[in-house]
């Protein structure tokens, strides 16, 4: 069982609140960007163990695809916009009729979907900062798609790695004639976990 560090409900109702505020401007943008209705809302947030963040997708051999994205400033770490690979596969042909089944991505698939979690993690990212007034800036996204495990080893490899728990925002996506969700977790690298807690009025018991 996913082990949900405890949060208190007010915060994680605001940060619901805010995450949906930060959906409806991503779902804006991304409706521009590919020319059809997109809406996107966020039924859960919640904070998550690092042992355990690969539940929610399936397991740690989930083949899943992913946006990937660094964070600097006050909080520096890991953004991942995550999708199971099979939800993932099922909006490109939605968004882009002329997908097929073959992997790797298409370049005109990558670029959806690394438009998608780019506009994802800037709205998000700006929703939090405003929420805890600390800076967060998106670096520029990379796509991929592998075990859950494997993508989440990303952030393991660079300077920065990943801390011990995720800040999980759980995304519902409705395009025309499709449902699909999203999964995106924010890494506090090492020693940024206590800034990020106590600026979410988490304390620093977690």
């Known amino acids: 069982m996913t082990h949900r560090l405890y949060m208190e409900e007010r915060i994680a109702d605001a940060l619901r609140e805010l995450g949906n505020i930060g959906a409806g401007h991503a779902a804006a943008a991304f409706s521009e960007f590919v020319g059809e209705p997109v809406t996107m809302r966020v039924p859960l947030v919640e904070l998550v163990a690092f042992d355990d963040v690969t539940e929610a997708l399936g397991g740690p051999e989930a083949p899943v695809a992913v946006t990937y994205v660094r964070v600097s400033g006050d909080v520096a770490g890991h953004l991942f916009v995550i999708q199971p690979l099979d939800g993932a596969r099922r909006l490109l042909s939605s968004l882009a009729p002329a997908s097929g089944e073959e992997w790797p991505l298409s370049a005109m698939e990558e670029s959806v979907l690394e438009e998608l979690g780019n506009i994802m993690a800037a709205h998000y990212l700006s929703s939090l900062a405003d929420f805890t007034r600390l800076t967060m800036r998106p670096s ?64 620093d018991g977690v």
């Open 140 to 203: 520029v996204p990379s796509v991929a798609v592998d075990m859950a495990q494997a993508i989440l080893a990303m952030g393991m490899l660079e300077e920065n790695p990943l801390g011990d728990f995720a800040l999980v925002i759980h995304t519902a996506i409705n395009v025309p004639e499709e449902q699909g969700r999203a999964h995106v977790y924010l890494f506090p690298s090492p020693g940024m976990e206590r800034v990020l807690l106590r600026s979410l009025g988490v304390g």
